[in-house]
């Protein structure tokens, strides 16, 4: 019996000193780990990289951009049944366990001695806590090492944090695939939802990626992502969080994934989302843009957007198919699949309703054609083959460009498409309705351009065109393309006479002039559009409206290079203007946006404009850093609500860079030139328009600015490598600028009232012969106009004509009386105003 009680006491003894020295072995492996462990306290002023996302201003998504695709989602926006699916997936027991779920660790403990030495991926047996540690503040390495850390960190962080906080680090932070980091992002990206939106089948199949996004893809792995998230489905119903009959109607559901683009959201607005993405890149860096969370409300109607690029699109089309086919984009066997083989040519994707095809098929009376088949969200080819007909209608604009049938128009369409020529096509329309079945040829133009429509009040862009395609070209015309103005810089120059004592009524020579250079350049003849036609004497608003280069470059010289410099300068068209008199005609190069912006300045009384693709910027947390708006709003804010006080009123203390009696004579010039200048295309609008054209030399450049009373707009087309874009009249910006801004203006203004351009005080308006602009007579009314004039200006009863000049085109020196006219000229002039 002693001996019994001996070995017992032996083996007590010799148990509490192996359980002393485990407690120890633990008690050093645990201080061994501790030692190195991460600061878990930084979890509290976590900032994940978040998407930042552009709006337009109805709401509209415009664009997202980001390094991890991510939006940040407070636990409690985030539904029950989505935080139950990921419990559910994950760690039913979150709630209740302290960090570390022991019966999961000894399950995968012993998986990992059964396949030991197999080169097996041991089993995770991670709780959420653990996940949450591993993903913020250690790494992927598979060791033991990192799971005792792993461990250790839960513990530290489940006694620091509610299980509300961690739940939300861990939702936020997770990849799920397809570049979606968080529940928010993943929901956007795979269904095209907010998370609220989300159903049963949704929601389970979110919750079953966590640990293997790749391997459930969608598409490419269907039937393992549908067992999956049917796993998913069976351990939310097991768990008593959905009842039967909602487990048996997600299992049934299909696996519906829509893809969502990472491009712009709204169509035609590719450009200026990309516009903006630099605007905010220049101010706030990189880091910012893809990882702050910035919310940018921009400027950007999307129905204006719409009707700008539809107009644009419609203008470059119609000019580059009166030029001629110039073929099949390229060549294509089809024989076989022609569907897969079509896939991999580069179409543009953002030309609709314009689509690649190949031609199948040709006779005489039509061709038969085979789309482009679309792609799957995994990058598969569909097996859908949709095929079409292009008739004789759909090839009549096609002319050849060379070979005996250079110039006809098509009788046949064997004559324009080859079976295997890949093109573009569309649906071919009849009395504005679709015909089922046909298409038309299309090509994609050569030709280039750019529109940006402004608010002339605010400086605020609602809608930009920077070319063709932004899946063609990403150069964007509207801003970067520095382009003659041409023409259309005359009215700065009319802006700066006006301005300085001149008159609309004002009456200078057109006539041959020479201009010497000097230092060995020559002598300078400019001429008028209408070359060796002059009209002797005519007035400013009749010069204007004509466009006459003569005049221009008189009035140029009079006033001075250097005051129309500063003028140029004022309105933004450029920076530093060269005083040579060609400057005056538009010889300089500005871009569509400075010209746009200026003309905003006219169109508005002569405040200062600032062009701003941006109405307001947002960080994460709401607070807004940028604000375009700076005028003050006194009284605006009213505590205590509506007490009688006086109304708010907004303080504009933006610059006067122009005086506003003569923004509104240069406006009244300008309208005349839409009413009987060179834009009369623009009547067609039937609402006030005040615009000018602008064609350069060799008429590589047309443009047309102009305005309404509360809607700007800037159009030019030109090649990208300049060249003549024609001859004559068809080559002009009244036959190709204009049309376009027609266009645009009448679907613009559609459902605007015709509101006249408002009166500013103290002009006068009085009634002038228009021919010379001399006060009509008493009961005269034949032949007249109402003109604007300054306080202390009038109509001339005579005329003051400088420019007479002499026989060889030179001034002479002294004062020249012109016979039968009245006119005569001042002294000192040198005959070039």
């Not at 040579?580 to 010209?595: F, H, I, K, N, P």
């Not at 623009?682 to 602008?694: E, F, L, Q, R, Y």
Request: net charge positive; hydrophobic share 40%; glycine share 10%.
């Amino acid at each position: 019996m002693r001996l019994l009680v001996r070995f017992m006491g032996f083996l007590f003894a010799a148990g509490t000193v192996v359980f002393l020295v485990g407690v120890g072995a633990v008690a050093g492996l645990i201080w061994h780990f501790s030692k190195d462990l991460p600061d878990y306290s930084q979890l509290q002023d976590y900032e994940p990289p978040v998407m930042t996302r552009v709006h337009a201003v109805d709401g509209s998504l415009l664009g997202e951009y980001a390094k991890e695709r991510r939006l940040y989602l407070p636990i409690q926006a985030v539904p029950k049944l989505v935080i139950n699916a990921f419990l559910a997936a994950e760690d039913k027991n979150f709630y209740e366990h302290g960090g570390i779920d022991y019966t999961g660790m000894a399950r995968a403990g012993l998986l990992y001695l059964q396949n030991y030495g197999s080169n097996r991926r041991p089993q995770g047996a991670s709780t959420i806590t653990q996940q949450v540690a591993k993903n913020f503040l250690l790494t992927n390495e598979v060791s033991f090492a990192r799971k005792i850390k792993e461990a250790l960190l839960a513990m530290r962080i489940e006694k620091t944090y509610s299980k509300d906080k961690i739940l939300e680090l861990y939702l936020n932070e997770i990849y799920l695939g397809l570049g979606a980091y968080g529940i928010a992002a993943a929901s956007l990206v795979y269904f095209d939802k907010s998370v609220n939106e989300l159903t049963v089948a949704e929601a389970s199949y979110l919750a079953a990626l966590p640990k293997m996004p790749a391997t459930l893809h969608p598409v490419r792995n269907r039937d393992r992502a549908i067992e999956r998230r049917n796993y998913v489905i069976d351990r939310l119903l097991e768990n008593g969080w959905i009842k039967q009959a909602d487990a048996d109607k997600a299992r049934k559901e299909p696996l519906a994934v829509t893809s969502r683009s990472n491009g712009a959201h709204t169509f035609a607005g590719e450009y200026f989302a990309e516009e903006v993405r630099r605007d905010i890149f220049e101010r706030y860096g990189e880091k910012k843009l893809y990882e702050g969370g910035l919310s940018v409300r921009t400027t950007l109607d999307p129905k204006i957007q719409v009707m700008a690029r539809k107009a644009m699109v419609a203008g470059l089309v119609n000019y580059d198919e009166q030029q001629g086919y110039r073929g099949a984009m390229s060549k294509l066997d089809v024989s076989g699949d022609w569907g897969v083989k079509l896939a991999e040519i580069k179409s543009l994707s953002d030309i609709s309703p314009w689509r690649m095809a190949v031609v199948l098929e040709t006779s005489d009376q039509s061709a038969r054609i085979g789309f482009q088949p679309s792609r799957e969200l995994g990058g598969a080819i569909s097996k859908q083959r949709e095929t079409g007909i292009v008739t004789v209608d759909g090839v009549r604009w096609a002319r050849a460009l060379q070979g005996g049938t250079k110039g006809k128009t098509p009788t046949a369409v064997s004559q324009v498409l080859q079976p295997g020529d890949v093109i573009y096509a569309d649906p071919l329309y009849k009395d504005g309705q679709p015909v089922e079945g046909q298409y038309r040829l299309r090509q994609i133009p050569e030709v280039s351009g750019a529109m940006v429509v402004m608010d002339p009040w605010t400086g605020r862009v609602l809608a930009m065109v920077g070319g063709f395609s932004f899946d063609q070209s990403q150069f964007n015309r509207a801003t970067q393309a520095y382009r003659q103005p041409g023409s259309s810089f005359k009215p700065i120059v009319y802006s700066a006479a006006l301005d300085n004592g001149y008159t609309p009524s004002t009456v200078v020579l057109d006539a041959p002039i020479e201009i010497d250079q000097g230092q060995g350049a020559g002598v300078w003849r400019p001429e008028n559009f209408s070359s060796g036609k002059f009209q002797g004497p005519v007035t400013l608003r009749n010069a204007l409206r004509q466009s006459l280069n003569t005049v221009t470059v008189r009035l140029a010289q009079d006033i001075g290079m250097p005051l129309i410099g500063e003028y140029a300068r004022r309105f933004g068209v450029y920076d530093e203007l060269p005083n040579y008199l060609s400057y005056a005609l538009g010889a300089g190069e500005t871009t569509a946006m400075r010209m746009v912006t200026a003309y905003s300045m006219l169109a508005n009384g002569g405040r200062r404009v600032k062009p701003t693709l941006i109405d307001r910027i947002q960080d994460r947390y709401g607070h807004t850093i940028f604000k375009h708006d700076q005028r003050e709003c006194r009284g605006c804010d009213a505590p205590g609500g509506w007490k009688n006080q006086p109304e708010p009123q907004l303080i504009d203390r933006r610059e006067q860079v122009l005086d506003s009696m003569t923004a509104y004579q240069i406006t009244e010039l300008m309208e005349g030139v839409v009413q009987a200048g060179t834009a009369t295309v623009i009547k067609d609008v039937g609402k006030p328009v005040a615009g000018k054209t602008g064609t350069t030399n060799e008429a590589k450049d047309a443009w047309f600015v102009g305005f309404s009373p509360d809607i700007a707009v800037a159009i030019y087309m030109g090649y990208d490598k300049p060249r003549p874009l024609g001859r004559g009249n068809a080559a002009t910006g009244g036959h190709l600028a204009a049309p376009i801004a027609r266009d645009f203006l009448k679907l613009a203004l559609a459902d605007k009232p015709a509101v006249p351009f408002k009166v500013p005080a103290g002009i006068k308006l009085v009634r002038v012969v228009a021919k010379t602009g001399m006060r009509a007579g008493p009961g005269e009314t034949g032949g007249t106009i109402l003109e604007a004039f300054k306080p202390g200006t009038a109509p001339p009863d005579n005329y003051s004509v400088i420019g007479v000049a002499d026989a060889d085109g030179r001034m002479p020196a002294s004062q020249q009386q012109q016979p039968d006219s009245g006119f005569f000229m001042r002294p000192g002039t040198g005959g070039l105003y």
